[in-house]
């Protein structure tokens, strides 16, 4: 997307102040964007979404939850600057079905937890046309001059794009592992990891090829 045509961050966080969100909202904005490294439209719907499930949880930012992230666009981000939910501290796991949808949930003791699914509702978007226009991916919307018009019903649409679904999730209880060694690079990984006597790096996640110095 071409930046050229989007809101500054000082301008957005005026707009923030004119559609009446309060300090704490507005806060969230100041931390993502630098995160993300640009106001996105698809970073400021996600920063709402998060928003709202925390609510639904009744959790303040810094409790402990975990979230599901249905798309590996976007998303993600706020999920890991509001509420530390984060791949390396295992409370974000990232489904990559490309839904715009989040789930998060309070930790549980036992096989499972109830938690909120947070989604963009394609059949409230009608109020907002440019938005609706964006979120189809339709050749109708245009970079060059609707970028503004889509951030101002981003703002303006606040919750009422959200729908909200009740959802029981299962949860594995951490259990103690084994370590193993691959048979080909001679690293070591969780034994559980292993396809046949080697690590995935070496067989179907195969990456690099190393260069001899």
């Known amino acids: 997307m071409d930046h050229q045509h989007e809101y500054t961050e000082e301008e957005l966080l005026l707009k923030l102040e004119e559609f009446g969100y309060d300090p704490a909202f507005q806060d969230y904005y100041r931390r993502c964007i630098p995160f993300h490294t640009y106001p996105a439209p698809g970073l400021l719907i996600a ?7 925390l609510e639904l ?4 930012p810094g409790e402990k939850v975990y979230a599901v992230c249905e798309t590996q666009k976007c998303a ?3 999920l890991q600057v509001i509420a530390y939910c984060t791949v390396g501290n295992h409370r974000l796991r990232v489904v990559p079905i490309g839904r715009f ?5 309070r930790p549980s003791l036992t096989n499972s937890a109830d938690g909120f699914r947070v989604y963009v509702d394609t059949k ?9 226009k964006w979120f189809a991916n339709s050749p109708e ?7 503004r018009t889509l951030v101002d019903e981003i703002l303006a649409s606040k919750r009422s794009i959200l729908s909200v679904q009740k959802v029981r999730i299962p949860v594995t209880q951490k259990v103690r592992w084994n370590s ?4 080909t690079c001679g690293e070591p990984i969780p034994e559980k990891l292993l396809e046949g006597d080697r690590c995935a790096g070496c067989g179907s996640l195969r990456y690099y090829e190393v260069i001899e110095s």
Request: charged share 20%; glycine share 6%.
């Open 101 to 105: 949808a989040i789930t998060m949930n």
């Open 76 to 78: 993600p981000d706020p």
């Open 141 to 147: 919307f245009s970079k060059r001059t609707m970028v």
């Open 180 to 183: 193993a060694i691959c048979k």
């Open 47 to 53: 920063i709402g979404m998060v928003d709202y499930a």
């Open 57 to 60: 949880l009744s959790a303040k």
């Open 124 to 132: 409230k978007l009608g109020p907002y046309p440019v938005l609706e």
